[in-house]
């Protein structure tokens, strides 16, 4: 978790360089915090959670979008190669809607 909050709160920083989180059985904390940004309290990481949370599910989302975007294309480029323009339009108008929700996706995530 902790992790998780650091890696979305400071995402430009090196979590071995600029913190490091350990486990010594009792739970993951944070041992080293080398940023020149006041280091978090643990009620400034639990606030940061939900965001962190919903960051990563978006960026999942995004990969799955993805996916799904590069199927359409090769079905795309196999509709054109076969002369099936039919198809290819079809497939063109849902790769122009899986583009848009990306986007979608991709703005949330920034904002997030």
Do not use: C, F
Not at 10 to 35: C, E, H, K
């Amino acid at each position: 978790m902790i992790a998780l909050v650091l890696r979305h709160l400071y995402p430009d920083a090196d979590p071995l360089r600029d913190y490091v989180v350990a486990d010594d059985g009792s739970g993951p904390r944070l041992i080293t915090w080398n940023l020149a940004a006041p280091q978090p309290t643990p009620a400034e990481l639990d606030a940061a959670l939900p965001a962190a949370q919903a960051r990563v599910e978006t960026q999942q989302e995004m990969v799955q979008v993805q996916g799904m975007l590069d199927e359409r294309y090769r079905m795309y480029t196999r509709a054109l190669a076969t002369g099936n323009g039919g198809a290819a339009s079809e497939i063109q108008a849902e790769i122009t809607d899986i583009l848009a929700y990306l986007k979608e996706l991709r703005d949330a995530s920034r904002s997030a």
